[in-house]
Nanobody, 127 residues
Framework: QVQLVESGGGLVQAGGSLRLSCAAS????????MAWFQEAPGKEREFVAV????????YYADSVKGRFTISRDNAKNTVYLQMNSLKPEDTAVYYC????????????????????WGQGTQVTVSS
């Protein structure tokens, strides 16, 4: 069983930055592909970014490409989402998610690909 705990959310002005962290329990963190999803008010939960087990591959939603960076530290069992140039439309609950195995050949943008979910952290961007 894997437990995911997000932190780092909060209120920030447009143009500002935040870094989200997600700490994972268990001894097999390097076996997990990790991703972030967002759920804005009144919208479905959507893919934001994914990182492969050893960090060699990353993919982003078009809406965040060039502004957000996903990274991981396998020694600390932690994945990060650095969010820069934040916009009001980035306001959402951000969820850390995980699945065992690689991401090649998977539909990593789909929620059903992921087995483990954190409780979410709120990010609010004011205009």
């Amino acid at each position: 069983q894997v437990q995911l705990v997000e932190s780092g959310g909060g209120l920030v002005q447009a143009g500002g930055s935040l870094r989200l962290s997600c700490a994972a329990s268990g001894r097999t963190f390097s076996g997990l592909a990790m991703a972030w999803f967002q759920e804005a008010p009144g919208k479905e939960r959507e893919f934001v970014a994914v990182i492969s087990r050893y960090g060699g591959s990353t993919y982003y939603a078009d809406s965040v490409k060039g502004r957000f960076t996903i990274s991981r530290d396998n020694a600390k069992n932690t994945v990060y989402l650095q969010m820069n140039s934040l916009k009001p439309e980035d306001t959402a609950v951000y969820y850390c998610v995980a699945r065992y195995g690689g991401i090649s050949g998977t539909n990593y943008r789909q929620r059903h690909e992921y087995t483990y979910w954190g409780q979410g952290t709120q990010v609010t961007v004011s205009s």
